[in-house]
């Protein structure tokens, strides 16, 4: 059943929307009729907290990448026709997005994000007042904001001031700058659901609409489908075609430099290359995870170079 992903600033209130929801969906179900399809649902919030992961592994790219490996697996695993899953993590980045759009889809289930809307300075705030009343409680002066703010309660559970709950400042400030904001034209932030933080709370109806209303079908295209494995070679070829775009985009640095627009022989969608130059090993490990993505996902050989670049250019937009 559905995948709801929450994104947005560290300390922006997403695990108190991403509670809001599954207090809503849990009220829906206890009220659906027995034995319908509603009826049997079920909700997880998959977080920090759920995981046991510790806020200081985003000090370190290879800690982070591994947290980021366990949040996945956990909420791939969840998947199913009964279960609605929260992904209540950061998922600032748009790759991440992407790799648990393309998992719901392989399970023929609807997906959305929600994207928490707070300024950054009210985060740094927030952050730093954890412990006690969160800032949409008393201890929070609305006066600073300009405008009243909705009495939440507790900011996503946060423990004691400077304890795990609170993010380093350093690692508040990276997190914060390398956010990647969710775009609802992009079809893997589809649909998308903006929270502005003095709302009391999100349009939870039309969430629950979105993903569990009637007539709600999900089609598997040609990227997602599980098909036998109908061309012998889809493997070499998958392996081939990622290398050969791989080898041209370095290629490409090394006489050109980075950034820019590089076309693809044979597709007709070109690359769009970040302007900071990508070192091999962030080239290959684009390629290992769209492997891993597509390796039991048959396409036609002459899909492999359009949906590679499509992925690729997801990842570094």
């Known amino acids: 059943m559905p995948l709801i992903i929450i994104s947005g600033y560290p300390c922006s209130g997403k695990t108190t929307r991403a509670n809001q929801i599954a207090a809503y969906f849990n009220e829906r179900i206890a009220a659906a009729a027995p034995g319908s399809r509603e009826s049997r649902l079920r909700v997880h919030i998959v977080n920090t907290e759920s995981l046991s992961l510790s806020r200081i592994v985003y000090r370190d790219a290879r800690a982070e990448k591994e947290a980021r490996a366990t949040e996945y697996s956990t909420i791939k695993r969840l998947l199913s026709k009964d279960d609605v899953v929260i992904a209540d993590g950061l998922n600032y980045i748009k790759g991440m997005r992407y790799q648990l759009f393309c998992e719901a889809k392989a399970v023929l289930t609807p997906s959305c994000v929600v994207h928490v809307a707070a300024p950054a300075d009210s985060c740094r705030l927030w952050n730093s007042a954890r412990g006690g009343e969160t800032p949409f409680g008393h201890a929070f002066d609305a006066a600073d904001e300009g405008a009243a703010t909705p009495q939440l309660g507790k900011l996503e559970d946060a423990p004691a001031q400077g304890?795990?709950?609170?993010?380093?400042?350093?690692?508040?400030?990276?997190?914060?700058?390398?956010?990647?904001?969710?775009?609802?034209?992009?079809?893997?932030?589809?649909?998308?659901?903006?929270?502005?933080?003095?709302?009391?709370?999100?349009?939870?109806?039309?969430?629950?609409?979105?993903?569990?209303?009637?007539?709600?079908?999900?089609?598997?295209?040609?990227?997602?489908?599980?098909?036998?494995?109908?061309?012998?070679d889809y493997l070499h070829e998958l392996g081939k075609t990622t290398q050969e775009i791989v080898s041209l985009v370095q290629e490409h640095q090394r006489n050109s430099g980075g950034g820019g627009t590089l076309p693809v022989p044979g597709c007709n969608i070109p690359l769009q290359l970040p302007a900071n130059h990508l070192t091999p090993s962030q080239l290959q490990g684009v390629r290992r995870d769209y492997m891993k993505l597509n390796r039991s996902h048959v396409v036609g050989k002459d899909r492999v170079r359009e949906l590679f670049v499509e992925y690729f250019n997801s990842r570094f937009e």
């Not at 999100?202 to 979105?210: H, R, V």
């Open 163 to 232: 304890g795990a709950g609170q993010y380093p400042e350093d690692i508040l400030k990276n997190l914060i700058f390398r956010y990647e904001e969710p775009n609802g034209m992009a079809r893997w932030d589809s649909p998308l659901f903006t929270v502005p933080y003095i709302d009391e709370k999100p349009d939870l109806e039309g969430i629950w609409n979105a993903m569990a209303g009637k007539g709600i079908m999900v089609k598997a295209n040609q990227a997602t489908v599980l098909k036998p494995a109908a061309e012998g």
